[in-house]
């Protein structure tokens, strides 16, 4: 059975104002007018198999907003962590409840804000993942073609090809790298062996729990704890207790960066993570001026520049290459060249005692 798992306990802090912590980035309507991000991230996995078998791992603050933009998703299919851990936690506890509707599962893992543009060939793809990962105990990744030298993403490298499989070829691979810098991602687009790590997965559930068990001894002791506790009265009160046990490292580090058998499939299906709020000047217009304009503005020579309003009319002069925001109680202005920044105002709002605008 195909069972997704779409990880969607994170807080969006790059999306700042406009992604808080009670209505965080997965939630917003961000490049589809009548859908959330994690709508169309259901909406597009369902089309391989049913709405039963999606899982979602969430944290308690999401949970009621899950269910509320999900109705179709079953409860007992909403794994709520405790408290934020990564995603080598996040998976390891989804997988108990994933293994105990199926131990046979094949488990697909997805973030729950990235875009696909071309659903029909990234679905294509994921098949050809779940073929791979049917044969053994194999790990499986969805590579990205890097059509420029991006430093704000993980890089795959990979080496011969394993197999082809309905025209998706399949290739070993050789190492994950962390985010490089400039000159080192430019190497490796000259290279042509490397790929974007989308942070999409594809394995047996039997497989992953293999995985934990032989390179995250301490996280396997733990979900061997949860797991007995299942179904249970003290079923809460064991998962919360183990999983703060759980040091927080990422899938990345803690397994893909270790085992065998690892293949990855390099995927041309429009895809983007939708990271910050550059991102919009990828998959929205731009105006004449290269502008991305959300909402009323009048400018004079304001080029590239990303404007989102709330209601009230955003005049400027004389940008280039900002982004503004504004909302009911706060509004960024930034230089987009630091976008990624934006998450650091975050912490300073909270040093200054500004907790409600976080």
Known sequence: ??????????????????????????????????????????????????????????????????????????M??????????????CIGLASLYIERKDPEAVMMVLPSDHLIKDEANFLEVMESAVEVANRGDNLVTLGIRPNHPETGYGYID??????????????????????????????????????????????????????????????????????????????REVVTEEFAKLD??????????????????????????????PALERVEKRDKNGNVIKGEHIGIDTENTIVHGNGKIVTTVGLDDVVIVDTEDAILVCDKKRAQEVKEIRNLLADNGLEKCL
């Open 1 to 74: 059975m195909i069972t997704p798992l779409i990880m969607a306990g994170g807080v969006g802090s790059r999306f700042w104002p406009l992604s808080r912590k009670d209505r965080p980035k997965q939630f917003l309507n961000l490049v589809d007018e009548d859908r959330s991000m994690i709508q169309a991230t259901v909406d597009r996995i369902s089309k391989l198999t049913a709405h039963e078998n999606i899982f979602i791992a969430t944290n308690d603050r999401y949970a009621h907003k899950m269910k509320e933009q999900l109705p179709e998703i079953p």
């Open 76 to 89: 007992d299919n909403i794994a709520v962590e405790p408290m934020r851990k990564n995603t080598a936690a």
């Open 158 to 235: 990979y080496a011969s090809k394993y197999d082809e499989i309905d025209g998706n070829e399949v290739f070993e691979v050789n190492a994950f790298t962390e985010k490089p810098d400039k000159e080192t991602a430019k190497k490796f687009v000259d290279d042509g062996t490397y790929l974007w790590n989308s942070g999409m997965f594809v394995w047996k559930v039997s497989t992953i729990r293999k995985m934990f068990k032989e390179h995250m001894p301490q996280l396997h002791k733990g979900l061997q704890k949860m797991k007995e506790a299942l179904g249970t009265p003290k079923e």
């Open 248 to 277: 927080s490292i990422s899938i990345d580090y803690g397994i893909m960066e270790k085992a065998e058998n690892i293949y990855v499939i390099p995927g041309s299906f429009g895809w983007d993570d939708i990271g910050s709020w």
